[in-house]
């Protein structure tokens, strides 16, 4: 019996014809401004990929647990829940671990435990046998101690530190030599890339060549390359942007595996260890909940490319020290991915895409480059000494920041579709929110700012007045709207026939919403009238007009549009109206 495949019916369409009817309607340079998306300097995402784009990409044959390791470094698909407990106190914080475990965490990360003496290090580590430990924050007489523990126990399970390998190489070279099974003592942090800004090609590039410079340096020592590498993990922060953070993770792998190749190692000795945890630069204090659906994409972009372990942080940590309920909350996150999705019984899910073997491929390239680039400067620590890693750093994270203030980024809740009515002044704990650097603070300092000034009986009346062109005044009312509310500012919208009626409405802030063409004439007609009437009303447009200056003359204070500052603006209204600082 003959059998036809239904694909058969769909006769295949070669990439010429899709760019010709693409083209059909998106010409000339519209092509790569509307439908090419750079989420970075250096990489051009397109609007579709095929199968012609994996042409000639060298990973592509090996399977989930094999070299490069760019599918992972297991063939299952499992990763391990790791859950931070930041409790000084030894047996307070192994009570604290033991009912996390029990909750289903798989690994403990203990920050900064109180580890002065051997009881200290055997009372964190009961009951613990069965599981992963990872100590952060530990002084060296601290590590010190713990290792003289794990000398002692009979302990199979990993433990690992976050050391700095690079901070004292005396030090790290004495740990190494002790020869202890089971420890990893160091850790690279790129996360701190990922927070101060950086794209996916420099978190890569950058790690990489941290990493070369321990290579370096220990193998300079005549320690055991396998030794070596074996003695250190990676630690990435997961950003909100999805197939990219996926395939920064595998293009790591990939590009690690290779440098440990050059060096001479065995394959199956380098595989990275990396640990993946969500970013803390996006999270806001307002709508706060929405910190859980960003920290939901961030862990499953931390699954699909590949992490060994995911820690998900509380979605209120960013303004008050998490409890009870909001630590569960992260923990299930991730017991949902595993136990409810089933996302544990798939190695490599997202092998075979072809947009994200592409991107894999474009960071791997690219993030080579950078490496290469540090490397023609003298290496990691030479290229950091001299501040080309701060400024590069810097310059990523005041174009965050920017990107933030004008609402190119989108903060939910925050700098767009905020709510004016919400309230976070007695929930947040001022201190924990100066704990990390946040691209929302600033947003959240005016919401503040408003709060404090309602608080001391402050009421502030704005007025969107629309006027004029029908379709042009209602949208950008809307807009306005919007806007007012990420500083917390409350509107009502009034449609007038006549300018003399806004005048007359007494308004402390009045955003006047019409077409570009109308402004200048409804201005020179309202500015006198408020004038004469003394009530010192603050005037904006929802706009920008050719006659800015013209309207600034005036009288009028700003300007409400797309490419606003809206941090500054919002800023010099709080101002004019008396909010305090």
């Known amino acids: 019996m003959e059998t036809t495949s239904f694909l058969s019916e769909f006769p295949p369409v070669l990439t010429e014809q899709w760019e010709q009817a693409i083209r059909g309607t998106v010409t000339g340079e519209e092509y790569a401004t509307r439908l090419i998306w750079h989420p970075e300097e250096g990489l051009a995402v397109k609007p579709y990929y ?25 063939a299952a ?15 307070d914080a192994n009570r604290a671990a033991c009912e996390a475990v029990a909750a289903g965490a ?20 009961r009951n613990l046998d069965e599981i992963p430990i990872q100590f952060e924050g530990l002084h060296q007489e601290s590590v010190r101690v713990v290792v003289d523990r794990l000398m002692e126990s009979s302990r199979t399970m990993l433990v690992s530190a976050d050391v700095d390998p690079m901070a004292d190489l005396d030090f790290s070279e004495g740990l190494i030599r002790s020869g202890l099974s089971g420890f990893r003592p160091f850790v690279i942090r790129a996360d701190g890339y990922q927070e101060s800004g950086a794209g996916a090609v420099e978190e890569v590039g950058f790690a990489i060549s941290a990493g070369v410079d321990f290579l370096d340096a220990m193998v300079e020592r005549d320690l055991p390359l396998d030794c070596v590498t074996g003695s250190v993990g990676f630690e990435f922060a997961m950003g909100p942007e999805f197939f990219i953070q996926i395939a920064k993770l595998r293009a790591f792998r990939m590009v690690w595996a290779k440098v440990v190749e050059s060096f001479g190692g065995d394959r199956k000795n380098a595989k990275a260890a990396v640990h993946a945890r969500t970013a803390c630069w996006n999270k806001t ?15 499953i972009s931390a699954v699909l490319g590949g992490a060994d372990s995911i820690s998900v942080a509380a979605f209120d940590e960013c303004y008050r020290v998490p409890d009870e309920s909001s630590r569960g909350l992260a923990r ?52 950091k000494a001299a501040g080309v890693i701060g400024s590069v750093l810097e310059h990523c994270s005041a174009s965050r920041r920017k990107a933030a203030s004008c609402r190119r980024l989108v903060l939910t ?15 947040v704990d001022l201190v924990q929110t100066d704990s990390v650097a946040r691209v929302a603070v600033a947003f959240e300092q ?14 502030v009346r704005i007025l969107l007045a629309e006027l004029g062109d029908a379709k042009m005044r209602g949208a950008r009312s809307q807009f306005a709207a919007e806007f007012l509310a990420c500083a917390g500012l409350s509107s009502e919208t009034q449609v007038f026939e006549r300018v003399e009626a806004i005048a007359a409405r007494g308004a402390d802030v009045i955003v006047l919403c019409s077409s570009d063409r109308e402004y200048a004439a409804i201005a020179e007609e309202l500015m006198p009238m408020i004038k004469d009437r003394g009530n010192g009303a603050q005037v904006l447009i929802a706009g920008h007009p050719e006659s800015t200056e013209q309207l600034r003359e005036l009288g009028i204070l700003d300007f409400i549009h797309l490419r606003s500052n809206a941090v500054d603006v919002l800023g010099r209204l709080l101002d004019r109206i008396g909010i305090e600082a």
Not at 285 to 299: F, G, K, M, Q, S
Not at 447 to 456: C, D, N, P, S, Y
């Open 106 to 125: 798989e690994e403990i990360a203990f920050a900064r435990p109180a580890v002065a003496r051997l009881p200290d290090a055997a009372i964190l580590l």
């Open 446 to 459: 005016l919401r503040l700012r408003t709060e404090r000034a309602e608080r001391k009986g402050k009421s």
């Open 332 to 383: 299930n996150t991730q017991l949902i991915l595993k136990k409810e999705t089933l996302l544990e019984r798939v190695a490599d899910p997202v092998g075979g895409s072809y947009a994200i073997e592409s991107i894999t491929d474009a960071i791997a390239t690219k993030a080579w480059k950078v490496f290469q680039e540090l490397e023609t400067a003298g290496g990691y620590r030479k290229a």
């Open 50 to 74: 095929r199968s012609g784009d994996l042409e000639g990409l060298p990973f592509l044959d090996a399977a989930p647990g094999e070299f490069p390791y760019t599918r992972g470094t297991r």
């Open 413 to 427: 809740g925050t700098n767009r579709f905020a709510n004016p009515t919400e309230r976070a002044l007695d929930r």
């Open 77 to 91: 698909g499992d990763w391990r829940i790791r859950e931070r407990i930041d409790i000084a106190d030894p047996q």
């Open 285 to 299: 204090i307002y709508d706060p909940h929405v910190n859980i659906l960003r920290a939901t994409t961030e862990a």
